[in-house]
């Protein structure tokens, strides 16, 4: 079994930055795709940003460009980059591993989430 704890979060102005970080442990014998995830008060969970075992990513339209996904593999830890942040990305976000490599990702372990404020 994997568990996902994540650290990072916290409250930021408008334009602020953060850097969350995930570190996996556990049984863990491939480097499985990862992917963060969010969801703000009132809305559905979203999907944030993926990272393939390769380091390919996939980010959603509205973080492009001021979000970057990476991983140490070594480590098995995994970052989101958080640059030029606005109040609607005020969620909680959510550390995640697949368990396969299949063509869409599917999360199968979640981490316990933590909390992202943007305000001013």
């Known amino acids: 079994q994997v568990q996902l704890v994540e650290s990072g979060g916290g409250s930021v102005q408008p334009g602020g930055s953060l850097r969350l970080s995930c570190a996996a442990s556990g049984r863990i014998f491939s480097i499985w795709p990862m992917a963060w995830y969010r969801q703000a008060p009132g809305k559905m969970r979203e999907v944030v940003a993926i990272?393939?075992?390769?380091?390919?990513?996939n980010y959603a339209d509205s973080v492009k460009g001021r979000f970057t996904i990476s991983r140490e593999n070594a480590k098995n830890t995994v970052y989101l980059q958080m640059n030029s942040l606005k109040p609607a990305d005020t969620a909680v976000y959510y550390c995640?591993?697949?368990?396969?490599?299949?063509?869409?990702?599917?999360?199968?372990?979640w981490g316990q989430g933590t909390q992202v404020t943007v305000s001013s």
């Open positions: 990272i393939t075992s390769g380091g390919n990513t």
């Open positions: 995640t591993m697949a368990r396969d490599y299949g063509s869409e990702y599917v999360p199968y372990y």
